[in-house]
Nanobody, 124 residues
């Protein structure tokens, strides 16, 4: 089970931090991915992290602006969103799966457990 929180409305250039709380995972052999879906667009993978070694991956459009991190004690993964742009507006989802996070493997089909999503709106 995973559940997101932390979305909201922010002006362009602002920041938000999203949280993804994972439960019922007994080992650290899973991956957490962050996805987003804007109206009329397909769900897009944004970033992911391997819980076993904290290696990460980002798509090009968010590199240098978004940071994914994990707090193992809290079984929580964070996505820090900085320098937000209107085009970042979307529903953001976190998901858990067992495919190792790396380039080319941040696809919705690689993940098994999904949260309900949290809205991020960036005004210009």
């Amino acid at each position: 089970q995973v559940a997101e929180s932390g979305g909201g409305l922010v002006q362009a250039g602002g920041s938000l931090r999203l949280s993804c709380a994972a439960s019922e995972f007994t080992e650290d052999d899973y991956t957490i991915g962050w996805f987003r879906q804007a109206p009329g667009k397909e769900r897009e993978g944004v970033s992911c992290i391997n819980r076993v070694d904290d290696t990460t991956f980002y798509i090009d459009s968010v590199k240098g602006r978004f940071t994914i991190s994990s707090d193992n004690a809290k079984n929580t993964v964070y996505l820090q969103l900085n320098s937000l742009k209107p085009e970042d507006t979307a529903v953001y989802y976190c998901a858990a799966g067992y495919e190792f996070c790396r380039e080319g493997f941040l696809r919705p089909s690689d993940y098994d457990f999904w949260g309900q999503g949290t809205q991020v709106t960036v005004s210009s």
